[in-house]
Structure formats: C-alpha cells, structure tokens
C-alpha cells in the first residue's frame, strides 16, 4: 500500500476501515481542498501565485513598503471577492460528515476561506493555521475592524487608512510569507498532531513550514499517513496510503463508505 497512487476500490474500502477503527483522526487541509468551490489555490497552474509575485506579497514588505502594501491589498480584495460567495463542495461535507458521525477529533487548516465551518464543521473543532480573512486588525494594537468596512473603502478605490485608536497599520487577519502563526492554534494542532493514530492531508503541496512538520508529526508518533492530492507531494515516500486524485471524488465515496460500513 506505501506510496502507491491507484485510486481503486481496496483503497477506499481501506481508509473507510482505518476511519471507523480510529481512535482520534486529524484532517490536515490546504488550498486543494477549496478548488472545486472555486478558489484558486496557489501552486496550481493558473492559480494564485501565476498571478502576483510571492515576494510582493510577503510580510517584510506589507510592513515596510507603501508600494507593496498597496498591491496586497488588491490581491485582498479580489479574494474576498470571489471567497465572499464560494460554498463548501463535496470534500468540506465530507469531512463535516465525519464530525458528526464521531469519527473526528480535529480539522487543521492552512485555508483561510471559512469553508469547513460553513460544511457544518464546530469552530472548536477548526484550527486555522493561517487565520482568517474575515477579519482586520491594527498590527500594532490589535483592534478590530469589519473586512466589510475596508472592503468598501478599497470597492471605492480608496487607500486603507491606518488604525484609528494608535495609528497602526491594518492588515487582514491572516498569516503572510514571514509572519508568525497563531500560537494557540499551532500548539493544539501540534497536540493533536502527535496524539492522534490517522491523520489524512487533503488538497495540501505539504512544502508550507512550519504547517507541513505536522503530518511528519504524526507519523513519527505513530499514526498512519494519508495524502489525498492531485499531484505528488515531498512526503508521499512516507505516506501509508496516497491518492493522486480529486479530493470530491475521494471523500464523498470514503465516507459513504463509513455511513454504510461496506468495506
Ligand atoms: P498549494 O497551492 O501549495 O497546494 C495545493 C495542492 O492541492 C496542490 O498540490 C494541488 O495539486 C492540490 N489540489 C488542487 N486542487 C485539488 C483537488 N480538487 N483535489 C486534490 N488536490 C488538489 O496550497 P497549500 O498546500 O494549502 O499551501 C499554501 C497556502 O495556501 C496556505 O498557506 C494557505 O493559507 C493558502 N491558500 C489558501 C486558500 C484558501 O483558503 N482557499 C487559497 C489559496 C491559498
């Protein structure tokens, strides 16, 4: 079963019965997870990164370049955009589903579209990784301000102004190139990482530190790996299963799986 790709019927009746057999599975998830909802994820051909420069977007040049900001924030507002209307697809139900079959301990995200919440998934159960995009804060004292407030600013072709309590900068809350994680969402996914006995990545390159050290977590503790993704990934060589496929696909017929209990 290591490292083999064929996305055949033994392999979806074997991960439906290491579900139903776990004790705590963790879903790791990225960008690959919200394509079919229509979100561009970054690597992909056509995806986000053939469309702005990486380096532009980073937090080293937010925090020190008016240039750079500016083009962040045109990035931003494209995205809410379309993410303002994107749904959740079969994989985000799918892994809602597990969750109330008690077949779930945690979702860990690198996404930050919201889409496993709006599936049905607890927020407690969620832990964003890379925070959100419904959210702006000063980076100087934190306040908060309604992404819908700057939105309109930026719909009018306004710059952003700076915080209005200390005069800080505003940035969405999400984690740039260069910028810290969530310390409270990374040790409990660090927790859970190296307790669970299945963790299952899904849509995820695995090439983004420090999120992609948890599925090595995991397997170094014990747990079995599963990658579920379209293209190769840096770790399959020590995955116990891999399909290279769409996560809809692979899911929706795992879970059906689980529900029916035929495997
Ligand atoms: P990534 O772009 O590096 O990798 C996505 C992977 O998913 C690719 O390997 C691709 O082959 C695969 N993929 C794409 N569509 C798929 C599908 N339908 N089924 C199975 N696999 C599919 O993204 P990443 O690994 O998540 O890491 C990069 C960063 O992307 C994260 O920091 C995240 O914050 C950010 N991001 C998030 C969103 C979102 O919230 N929707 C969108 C773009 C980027």
């Not at 776990?22 to 056509?46: K, M, Q, Y």
């Not at 420069?53 to 925090?63: A, C, K």
């Not at 940035?171 to 740039?176: E, I, L, Y």
Request: glycine share 8%; hydrophobic share 35%; charged share 25%.
């Amino acid at each position: 079963m290591k490292g083999r790709d064929n996305s055949g019927r033994d392999k979806i009746a074997a991960l439906a019965r290491w579900l139903s057999e776990s004790r705590e599975t963790v879903i790791f998830t990225g960008a690959g997870i919200s394509t079919e909802s229509g979100l561009a994820d970054f690597r992909s051909p056509g995806g986000i990164w053939d469309r702005f420069d990486p380096n532009e977007l980073s937090y080293p040049r937010f925090v020190s370049n008016p240039v750079s900001r500016r083009t962040y924030w045109k990035f931003y507002r494209e995205n809410w955009k379309v993410s303002r209307d994107a749904e959740p697809n079969r994989a985000h139900y799918a892994v809602a589903k597990l969750e109330q079959l008690g077949k779930l301990s945690a979702v860990v995200t690198q996404n930050i579209d919201g889409l496993h919440q709006k599936a049905g998934n607890s927020p407690e159960k969620v832990f964003e990784l890379h925070g959100n995009m419904w959210e702006v804060r000063c980076l100087s004292c934190n306040d908060l301000y309604s992404w819908e407030e700057i939105f309109k600013l930026l719909e009018e072709g306004k710059e952003v102004y700076n915080c209005k309590l200390c005069g800080g900068l505003l940035k969405p809350a999400t984690v740039s190139f260069g910028q810290s994680l969530p310390e409270e969402a990374l040790r409990e996914a660090q927790r859970l990482s190296g307790r669970c006995d299945l963790f299952i990545c899904i849509g995820s390159s695995l090439v983004v530190y420090p999120a992609a050290y948890l599925p090595e977590k995991a397997k170094n503790a014990g747990a079995k790996l599963v990658i579920i993704n379209r293209e190769p990934t840096p770790l399959d060589q020590i995955a116990d299963m891999v399909f290279r496929g769409e996560a809809g696909d692979v899911m929706s017929q795992v879970v059906k799986t689980v529900e029916t209990g035929t495997f």
